[in-house]
């Protein structure tokens, strides 16, 4: 399986957010390889995007968003939680794609670890859950997941239309247009979405 090129990422963010469903997210932790199939994902793009991070401009908390496409935007929600994006677009143009959901695939038994006492349903079934499982934290902000580190994304299989289903965002703020915007897209029933 190879790895998502720089110009997969180097697109609209729509077309960027569909065709992530299905591919595989890898982190390697401690030489141990976890993996998961993308089963669901939510688009914000632009300034203008009242839900994005980067509504404000360009601040120290979402740099990451105006860097080059292909790369890791991570951030630290609720003083708990980790959730992972994937910058898309042009540099400087803020666009991202949160990661909400996983199919575990690889290193259960350490995402297990990771997440006790939660059946396997649970372990990646939202973007703060997988995080915690995969260990994704701070340290891999403006991670190049176009490069086999610690962090990147492969091929996997591509979804097909009928697979996909699109609606609103989930638990966004900002207004009418940015809470009402059919920018999460998810594999239709897949028993590892977030809700």
């Known amino acids: 399986m ?3 090129s720089r110009k997969f990422y180097a697109r ?12 595989r997210l890898v982190r390697l932790l401690d030489s141990h390889r976890l993996s998961g199939r993308i089963v669901e994902v939510e688009a914000y793009i632009g300034e203008m ?14 740099a990451a968003m105006y860097g080059p496409p292909g790369h890791a935007y991570v951030y630290f929600i609720y003083g708990l939680y980790y959730c992972l ?4 677009e042009a540099k400087g ?15 259960l038994e350490m995402m297990r670890h990771h997440r006790p006492n939660r059946p396997d349903r649970e372990l990646t079934n939202g973007p703060a859950k997988l995080c915690q499982a995969l260990a ?6 403006h991670a190049d997941l176009c490069q086999r580190d610690t962090l990147w994304i492969q091929d996997g299989w591509l979804a097909t239309g009928e697979q996909i289903a699109t609606s609103p965002r989930v638990g966004v703020r900002g207004d009418q247009t940015a809470l009402a915007a059919p920018w999460r897209f998810y594999i239709q029933d897949h028993p590892f979405l977030s809700r």
Not at 136 to 141: E, L, R, T, Y
Request: glycine share 8%; hydrophobic share 40%; net charge positive.
């Open 2 to 4: 190879g790895l998502l």
């Open 12 to 23: 609209p963010t729509l077309a960027v957010a569909r065709d992530l469903l299905g591919q």
């Open 49 to 62: 995007d009242q839900a994005s991070h980067a509504r404000p401009g360009l601040t120290n908390r979402n």
């Open 85 to 88: 994006n994937v910058v898309t």
């Open 93 to 107: 143009s803020p666009a991202a794609v949160l990661i909400r959901a996983l199919e575990p695939l690889e290193g």
């Open 136 to 141: 994704v934290n701070k340290s891999q902000n």
